[in-house]
């Protein structure tokens, strides 16, 4: 309960105020997005609390890490909000930055190199290897060919609003994070409209759960009502949390 910067027991670890994302690897392990110690924690399987990565000074500090994700190799992707950039740390420790590396706001598209985003909240790869960044009312995605990477917009103007629809027709407010399920489609809960939506692997955005109003209701779809709905999380049988 105390804020600070402490690895060590369950117990006696100590985290900033601001921890955002959680992820967790194949054997079980989680991975904490602390923002304000501009650190990745790990949890491991007994509660032991260590750093897996705190860079030493600016040249390669992570800057306001939110989300992260998993390439099929073991490597991490790490979404940068307050340098609207994603950086990389391969399984040895080393950080690159991989896309956004003007770290200028904007909705630039092309090579990763060039692009730019704007306020990178969370990151999920598919299983087809697309890697779905989470920004400002929009959701882009990185497409991986050889050693080269594509960014293009995906689903999400860029504006705040609640409106299901195609692409880039779809408006959605105060997300921050997302979650793939075994057929691909993506999930996420919008705090700011008390719902749940999924877009499909085709961009097609709708809500299945809430209609808007702030409440507490159990029921089917539209029927439940939410307050303020700010993470979700999946299990293998893809039901949502």
Known sequence: GNTGYLDGD???AEFSNNVRNMITDASGN???ADMENRSIRK???QGEVSTFYRGSN???ELSGPAGMAFDSAGN???AEEWNNRISKIDNSGNVTRFAGLSQNWGNDNGDVALASFENVKDLAFDSNGILFVLEQHRIRKIEFSGDAASVSNFVGSGNWGDEDGQGEEARFGDVRNIV???SNNIYFADAAHQKIKKVTPTGEVTTIAGNGNWDFADGYGTGAR???PSGISIDADDNLY
Do not use: K
């Open 30 to 32: 989680i991975y904490v």
């Open 76 to 78: 991490m992707y790490v």
């Open 43 to 45: 949890i491991d399987t």
């Open 58 to 60: 600016g040249d390669n």
């Open 226 to 228: 939410f307050r303020q």
């Open 10 to 12: 369950s117990e006696d």
């Open 180 to 182: 793939l399920d075994a």
